[in-house]
Every structure is written in C-alpha cells, then in structure tokens.
C-alpha cells in the first residue's frame, strides 16, 4: 500500500503544478481583454469604472502570483499536501474579494452580484478539482463558494430607490430566486465535479493496488514466467498445468566441509560466483533457474522453447558449464585455493509446472515423478567418476544420434528407486 500512497501524492503534486500554469494562463488571457477593453474607442468615463478596472488588475496579477508560486514551488520539490488546500482556500477567496469589491465599488444591491463578469470564475476555479485526486479539497471549495456567494447576495438584498421600471427588469433576473438558482447551480457543478474526482481517486487506487499487488506475486516468481501477469495468465500459471521438461540439478560436492574452513565472507564471494557462471550459461541456452538451494540450484529448459530444442541446449549448458568449472578452477589455483567439483543430474519428463502460494508467497514450482529422477541421477554422480550424468531420455527427445564424449551406463538402479534408468556419463 505504501506504492499506492507513493503514487497518489505524486499525481496530486503534478495536479498542483498543472494547475500553477492553468492560472498563470487564465491570467494572461484576461490581462489581455482587459488591456483590449480599456483601450476600445466605446468605453466610457467614468470614476466607478476605472475602480473596477484598478481591482479587476489587481486580482488578475495576484492570480497570476499564485498560480507563479505553486508552479515553482512543484518544480523545486517544495510541494507539501497541506499547500493545496492554502490554493484552494485562495481560489475561491480571490474570486469572491472581487465580487463584493466590484458591488461596493458600484454601490449597487447585492442581488445583483452575479451579473459581474468575475462571478463567471467561481464555476471555473470549480473545474480545478477534476485535475486533482483531493475530493476532499473539492467538496470544501464548492461549500466556501458556496456560502461566499449567499453572504455576498444577502450582505445588501435591498434595492436602491432609482427607475422603477429599469429595477423591476432587473428583479426579474437578479431578485433573490434567480441568484439562489444561480448559487444552486454553481454548488451542483461543483458536487458533480466531486463525484468525479472521488471516482477518479477510486480507479487510480485500485490500479495502483493492482501493480503493486502484481509486483508483490512476481517478484516471487523466475522471470521466465511473469511475461504475462493478467489475471487468467496468473490464474493459469496456480491451476498448474503439464509440460514436458529437461530438468537439470547441479550441486557443490563436499560444499559444507569446505564452509566449515572458509570465512562466511568467502563461502557467500564462492556461492555468488558459483551462481553467477551457472545464470550466465543457462540464460544462453535458454533455460531457467528456477530456484537456487544452498550450494544447488534446480534449472528447467523447455518452458519457452519447443521440446526438442529444449533437449539439445539443456546438454549443452550443462558441458559449457563443466567447460568454465575448468577455467574457474585454473583461476582459483593461481590463488591458491582449493578446486570446485560439481555434479549435474539431466533428466527429461512430463512434469506439473505451476505457482503455489498467495498474494505474501508465491512460488514457482515442478511438481512430478521425473523431478525426483533428475535429483536422483544428480545424486549417483556421487558414486561415479562422471561429473555429468544424463538419462538416455534427453538424448531420445532431441533425436540426438551423436553421443562423442558420452558413455553408455546402461541401466542404473537409482538410490530409492525400484526402476531403472539408463544412464550415459560425459567423460
């Protein structure tokens, strides 16, 4: 959850500073038709009218100040989730300062607030809340609109005694109804835009939870199998499902009594080099670690390749392997440390390949009878002067007729099992 959160705060710091540029913008624009009103040949002279034109410059440059600051203040990294509501708070109090300052200035009836052109803003700087993740903000800046706008109507309801035919005409526009539909209107907009960012919120929440979600399970999973993290291929991938598989085990011999005459900075320096040769050519030939255990480690061939090609590379990884054991070793003897004998077990069969766990552990996994052949014939490399030993199923799956530095075991009765397997050696 603390990606989600991570993800959220993000997006409301980059809200901020789309919004920083969208008030300098509106600014700009009616800084412009303000300087295109002033100048216009029809405009005429009057005292009140240069007031209104002082406040209307006075809010656009402030407004501009704001939306300056926010941007920069995002840009630098200052941002902090408290500054959005001071912005907000600002929005609506800008607007509604010049709505009641245009009145006072006029020195008309509040009933007719709503007929300066500022109070065409109040919807707009509504609108903001779309671009943010804070419906928080949202319903707070339509309720501070809102009540601004019924204190500003009602601060002075009467109308001044003038043309009563000029003031009837303009009851029926501006009297109490109108601008309480007026006012209803605005706080609707408002609302809606609420609802839209609440629902907004939901969906990024629910896809950050997603990716997060799906990141926990396939960090837990060989990456040979997480190209696909839908849910029906991750569904598929826990259904478990039949593959045929070259399975290799490869295993330190005498590990643990050479552990017990090395420092534990030097057994892990000998197991990370140990795992890294053996990632490095099992990569190459299209293989998979599926997991490492101590000093073993379990790789599979055939989970992306046909079963053929599967066959052929897992043999050859598996003499590459015993080719840079040779070179690793003639490096460790310039050093005067001792030498690394291995064992490898190749096996090929029909396995169950699936991920068992939930959501907290997820773990790849072969389940089958030919699992336990392949660690078995590991094993009987103990017993014999074969570093590799193979069953004559790899060489049967890759239709492989050249068996040059293989000999021909015969059939072997594996330890704890009652049938036995052929078994070829690599001299």
Request: aromatic share 8%.
């Amino acid at each position: 959850m603390a990606d989600t959160i991570g993800i959220i705060r993000k997006a409301d710091a980059e809200a901020e500073g789309l919004l920083g540029i969208v008030r300098m913008a509106i600014a700009a624009v009616l800084g412009i038709a303000l300087v295109v009103a002033i100048n216009s040949s029809g405009r005429p002279d009057s005292s009140i009218l240069d007031r209104q034109i002082s406040l209307a410059t006075f809010v656009i440059a402030s407004y501009f100040l704001v939306g300056m600051a926010t941007s920069l203040i995002v840009r630098i990294g200052r941002y902090r989730l408290w500054m959005a509501w001071v912005t907000a708070f600002l929005d609506v109090a800008l607007i509604s300062s010049n709505i009641w300052l245009s009145l006072s200035n006029a020195g008309i009836s509040s009933l007719y607030a709503l007929s300066f052109p500022s109070a065409l803003m109040v919807p707009l700087i509504l609108t903001f809340g779309a671009l943010r993740f804070r419906p928080s903000i949202q319903i707070a800046m339509t309720a501070l609109a809102g009540v601004f706008l019924v204190l500003i109507i009602f601060s002075n309801a009467t109308p001044p005694q003038a043309d009563e035919l000029l003031l009837a005409q303009l009851k029926t526009t501006y009297g109490v109804p109108p601008n309480l539909i007026r006012t209803v209107m605005i706080i609707s907009t408002g609302s809606v835009i609420a609802l839209a960012v609440w629902r907004a919120r939901r969906l990024l929440e629910r896809i950050a939870s997603e990716v997060e979600q799906r990141t926990n399970l396939t960090r837990f999973l060989p990456s040979g199998v997480t190209d696909n993290t839908s849910d029906d291929a991750m569904q598929r991938l826990r259904d478990g499902k039949h593959a045929t598989l070259a399975i290799m085990f490869i295993d330190i011999r005498n590990f643990t009594r050479m552990a017990e005459q090395m420092s534990p900075e030097s057994a892990s320096r000998l197991l990370g080099d140990y795992r890294s040769n053996i990632l490095d050519i099992v990569e190459a030939h299209g293989g998979m670690v599926d997991k490492f255990i101590g000093d073993g480690a379990l790789v599979l061939f055939g989970l992306t390749q046909e079963t053929r090609t599967a066959a052929r590379q897992s043999v050859l990884a598996a003499t590459e392997l015993l080719e840079r054991l040779d070179k690793w070793n003639l490096r460790r003897a310039s050093r005067d440390k001792p030498a690394i004998a291995i064992g490898i077990g190749l096996h090929m069969g029909s396995v169950v390949v699936g991920a068992i766990g939930d959501e907290r552990r997820l773990e790849f996994t072969v389940i089958g009878d030919e699992v336990n052949v392949a660690a078995r014939i590991e094993q009987a490399t103990k017993s014999t002067q074969f570093p590799l030993l193979a069953s004559s199923a790899v060489f049967e799956e890759s239709e492989e007729t050249s068996f040059a530095n293989w000999q021909d075991l015969g059939h072997v009765t594996l330890r704890g099992r009652e049938t036995p397997v052929h078994l070829w050696g690599y001299v």
